[in-house]
């Protein structure tokens, strides 16, 4: 199993453009979640997914969309990027025990 | 609204050293709660889990310890080594959802 797949790893984006961060994962797991941390800060959960078609917002949702057409795939939309939205972004999956299964993050600057 | 703190939030110990960090949160009503580990630049990791019923975990030289009513853990590191120098979260997991609410994180630097 690859675990939780997070692309891309790094990226640069100008005021206003707009972006998917892929999220994937082979696990089989119904829940998955979009996490952001900022520096020196904890996590902070953006949107939440507990299966197909079915998603939810969390702490944090303004200025993102998520969609999960698939159990393997949650991908994250930000749209009209803003320097604010500058911050690592994590996916993870909820596993048996709720053990919870993070990917490696992507790292996201708006310029 | 949940909240978890975490006490203190930056650490420097010399190698050898025994430590506890320290998290509390405000609303007990939780399934659990779980202690990670961050490396600079990386992912997180899981090292312990404490089912709401339990009242300690162990791993090799860590133990993490939990008082619902109190709203605190403690995650307990035996012997610390140079490489156990890492940022660790503590989360709880709330409600039917199964959300994480993360702590600020305690940085520590294990010193040779």
């Known amino acids: 199993n690859a675990g939780v797949t997070q692309t891309p790893k790094f990226r640069i984006l100008k005021i206003g453009q707009s972006m998917t961060l892929q999220c994937t994962q082979d696990m089989n797991h119904n829940y998955m979640y979009w996490y952001r941390q900022d520096p020196g800060m904890g996590l902070k959960l953006i949107y939440y997914?507990?299966?197909?078609?079915?998603?939810d917002k969390g702490e944090v949702p303004n200025g993102y969309n998520v969609s999960r057409s698939t159990t393997e795939d949650f991908p994250l939309r930000l749209e009209l990027a803003a320097p604010s939205q500058t911050s690592v972004y994590f996916c993870a999956s909820r596993g048996p025990g709720n053990t919870i299964y993070f990917g490696e993050g992507s790292w996201l600057t708006v310029v | 609204k949940q909240e978890v703190t975490q006490i203190p939030a930056a650490l420097s110990v010399p190698e050898g050293e025994n430590l506890v960090l320290n998290c509390s949160f405000t609303d007990s009503a939780i399934y659990n709660l779980q202690w990670f580990r961050q490396d600079p630049g990386k992912g997180l990791t899981s090292l312990l889990l404490?089912?709401?019923?339990?009242r300690e975990q162990t791993s090799g030289r860590l133990n993490a310890s939990l008082d619902k009513s109190s709203g605190r853990s403690t995650l307990y590191i035996a012997a610390s080594q140079p490489g156990d120098s890492a940022t660790y979260l503590c989360a709880v997991m709330m409600d039917s959802s199964y959300k994480l609410i993360f702590g600020s994180g305690t940085r520590l630097l294990v010193r040779p």
């Open positions: 404490i089912q709401s019923s339990q």
């Open positions: 997914s507990v299966g197909a078609g079915i998603t």
